[in-house]
């Protein structure tokens, strides 16, 4: 397979409107872990610092 940048068009020979088309796409993610990783990191210490501003904020209303 080579590498780049894909589009793929689907359409009626006859161009009349109403298209039925199976499609599949694939790809190879070769850095996944890495990346998931990363989100899930990232997700965690935004959790931890919406937490702590919730706290935060329900201490100074009081």
């Known amino acids: 397979m080579e590498q780049g940048d894909w589009t793929v068009?689907?359409?009626?020979?006859?161009?009349?409107?109403?298209?039925?088309?199976?499609?599949?796409?694939?790809?190879?993610?070769?850095?996944i872990v890495p990346v998931m990783w990363g989100v899930l990191a990232v997700g965690a210490i935004l959790m931890l610092g919406g937490g702590l501003l919730a706290f935060r904020g329900s201490e100074w209303s009081g």
């Open 9 to 31: 068009v689907v359409m009626n020979a006859d161009d009349k409107a109403g298209v039925d088309a199976i499609l599949v796409l694939g790809a190879r993610l070769s850095n």
